[in-house]
């Protein structure tokens, strides 16, 4: 899919509101998730104006935060059953090849902001349009193996879109059952890392989702939406093993 070369295109956001959330699952979520944006708001005048909606708050808020090297979509369908987007990294990719991950990348100039990051690298790896996408708000930032600050946005999308994984950079697409995340328990995983002339083998927690291995910062992001939302406390760690 092309994206529009007018960036205009992305700015007009749409804001969910969770009293029209008609699922429990869903609108827990999104109150917990705007509250957490908004706690984070920077104008505490607009915080506290009784003449401003929560949308228009959460979307100063987004437009306040400081722009991220990166930015991802955590996509959740918008149904009874929620399930969360999650991809798989070509093979060939120079970081974080094979790895699970959110659709999502880096900030490029003319974003203007995390959310545009977010929708325009969504929008490049599955063809997301993203008019379909309601935001709920942002979670802390995240750091990548390789030392990028990674903002996570939440939003909902419809159930059913036709995505198209972009060849070039994903190699599959698939989802995650939100409720059974809350209370899957993890699995640890066991991961070779190599450093100058050292190999480490690391231990750290993943789910095991549709035969794939959710781990790494896309399992942190995970675990912290489900803190959030539904209060579910995880220890995320990585511990080595033995090195040779």
Request: hydrophobic share 40%; aromatic share 6%.
């Amino acid at each position: 899919m092309t994206v529009p070369e007018n960036i205009d295109f992305f700015n007009k956001f749409s804001v969910a509101v969770p009293s029209f959330i008609r699922h429990p699952t869903l609108r827990k979520l999104a109150e917990r998730v705007q509250q957490e944006t908004l706690n984070a708001l920077t104008s505490p005048a607009m915080s506290e104006s009784g003449d401003t909606s929560q949308s228009t708050r959460i979307l100063d808020s987004l437009y306040q935060t400081p722009i991220a090297d990166a930015s991802i979509l955590v996509a959740i369908t918008h149904e009874r059953k929620p399930k969360i987007l999650l991809t798989r990294r070509a093979a060939h990719m120079n970081s974080h090849a094979g790895e699970v991950s959110c659709a999502g990348g880096k900030h490029e100039i003319g974003d203007g902001n995390n959310v545009v990051t977010a929708l325009r690298e969504a929008c490049e790896e599955t063809a997301l349009p993203p008019n379909k996408v309601q935001l709920l708000g942002q979670l802390p930032i995240q750091t990548s193996k390789s030392g990028m600050s990674v903002r996570p946005i939440v939003a909902l999308i419809a159930p059913g879109l036709v995505l198209v994984p972009e060849v070039g950079e994903i190699s599959r697409i698939f989802w995650a059952d939100l409720e059974s995340l809350v209370n899957q328990p993890t699995v640890e995983y066991a991961v070779e890392y190599k450093m100058q002339e050292q190999t480490a083998t690391i231990l750290t927690p993943s789910w095991q989702v549709d035969g794939e291995t959710v781990w790494g910062l896309t399992g942190r992001v995970i675990a912290n939406l489900l803190e959030t939302g539904f209060d579910r406390q995880l220890e995320w760690y990585y511990r080595v093993e033995n090195k040779r």
